[in-house]
């Protein structure tokens, strides 16, 4: 506010604790001097974009990751005000740091960085990126959320449900008997897990490279009561999709390595060649021939909810 040519600012100050612990620290002697100031820089400019662009340039200091430069994006806050009108007592959380308030129901707060991670292995197919929180908000960014200010604010619930679902069978108990060298890379394999959701969708209804619609799915998968016999069964392909990878001949002098083995692209060709033999199979295991006729039955989709892969490579 500008009174009498005098500028007052009020509200918060964003990455400034070394100058404010300064003044601090020099408080008492400055209150003595006659003539004291403090040096500012102050921007009135009305395009948001080139804002950003500056706040961007002027970054020099590395406690400000792009995470945080991208959380008052207008797309990301396009999702948060969507999001939050579609699940009232939901949170759409953008800020590192930031809690939702008490009055909201937790099982429905959502992290943007954990978004970025979902939308990573589910739409562009890239679990093994998913763990790189600067590639999301820096490389991959545009690729992610250009076209996604309208981001149906289902398909966030839809993902979001679905990786609580996958991070249950992560605990300490390994309900799903896990490779322990999965188990190990808790920071990369859940994504993959996600990842393989989406293809067995594709298998069941005949689909070869597309995308399901995540609401879409889970909305299926809730409705026949498959959530949890689907989550099973893809964290299990993954688990095959590695031991069969262990197996293969390796080159002289080389040994199997999983943590190299679940950052490549190779991995994800095994993990739906796991899928695809896991539902060839089925009908041949002890009662799968009935699951696999409700599997069948129950998760059909419209080919209208596939699409191509988001571009992030």
Known sequence: MITDGRLTARGNVVNGCQSLNTILSCSERVKQLNHAY?????????????ADRISISTNSQSAVKPRDLRS?????????????????????????????????????VVDLLELGKCLMAWHSQRPNVSHSENKIFDKHFEQLFRRNSEYAPENVHALHEWMK??????????????????????????YHHLYAVSPCFCQVNGIGQGVPNPAATFRKASEADF??????????CLNSALEAAANEPQPANRVFSPQNWI???????????????????????????????????????????????????
């Not at 089925?282 to 892969?309: H, I, K, T």
């Open 72 to 108: 008052n994006d207008r797309r990301v806050l396009t999702i948060k005000r969507t999001y939050e009108q579609k699940y009232s007592k939901g949170y759409f959380v953008t800020k590192r740091g930031e809690e939702a308030p008490a009055d909201r129901d937790q099982s429905h």
């Open 227 to 236: 959530v949890s016999q689907l989550v099973n069964s893809a964290g299990t």
């Open 263 to 313: 950052k490549t692209k190779s991995c994800l060709a095994g993990i739906r060649q796991a899928i695809a033999q896991y539902f060839n199979m089925l009908p041949a295991m002890p009662g799968g021939s009935e699951l696999n006729q409700q599997l069948r039955a129950a998760l059909q989709m419209e080919a209208v909810q596939f699409e191509d892969r988001w571009a992030a490579d």
């Open 38 to 50: 403090v040096m500012f820089r102050f921007y009135e400019i009305p395009e948001r974009e080139r």
């Open 165 to 190: 679902e996958v991070k249950k069978r992560w605990e300490k108990s390994n309900p799903l008997s896990l490779n322990e060298s999965l188990l190990a890379m808790r920071a990369y394999a859940p």
